[in-house]
């Protein structure tokens, strides 16, 4: 009996090891931390970029008096290049042309969509943003952000953003 109550007090005074479980015990959640942190940064910069696509894209469209095909293709590409070194297989664009009717009314003038579903909602957050014959043009730029790390627990993440711009050189932008 003193052999084993001498054997339990050793052991219980025994800490080597211990700073070795220990870390053994953290480092996984350390590096679910630092993982998730990585995942956030990266979330965090792909918004902002969503955000200055959507705003070059828009500041584009609004400069011109007439568009044509071989500007939206223009346009497009300014927006890609937007998210710099980021892939842009998940990014998509939807600009639309908006004129106010006699009463204040929105109708859409010409709409351009691409690698994504055209923003039906657009038209209707125009509401009260003009009067008879003025224009807003309206883009939308969606981007599908994959995480590195975070995709078992959050999946794929839409990130989309509105850009409202009125016509610089002329009160609505046409499309030839």
């Known amino acids: 009996m003193n052999l084993i109550k001498n054997n339990a007090q050793s052991f219980r005074e025994n800490t080597k090891g211990a700073a070795i479980v220990e870390a053994a015990l953290l ?3 350390l590096m ?3 993982m998730g942190l990585w995942d956030l940064g990266n979330g965090v910069i792909a918004q902002q970029k969503t955000i200055t696509a959507a705003q070059v894209i ?3 469209v609004a400069r011109e008096k007439k568009v044509d095909t071989l ?3 223009n346009f497009e590409t300014a927006g890609r290049l937007a998210y710099g070194d980021m892939p842009t297989d998940t990014y998509g664009m939807d600009i639309l042309s908006v004129e ?3 009463v204040e009314m929105p109708f859409q003038l010409w709409r351009e969509t691409r690698n994504m579903v055209a923003d039906t909602g657009a038209i209707d957050l125009t509401a009260g943003l003009g009067g ?3 224009g807003v043009v309206v883009v939308t730029v969606n981007y599908v952000f994959k995480p590195y790390f975070s995709v078992v627990f959050t999946g794929d993440i839409l990130m989309s953003e509105r850009a409202f711009l ?3 050189r002329s009160q609505t932008v046409e499309r030839e």
Do not use: A, T
């Open 27 to 29: 480092f996984p959640i």
């Open 32 to 34: 679910l931390l630092f």
């Open 58 to 60: 828009g500041d584009l």
């Open 71 to 73: 500007m939206l293709d």
């Open 100 to 102: 106010f009717d006699e």
């Open 132 to 134: 008879e014959g003025e």
């Open 166 to 168: 009125r016509g610089r």
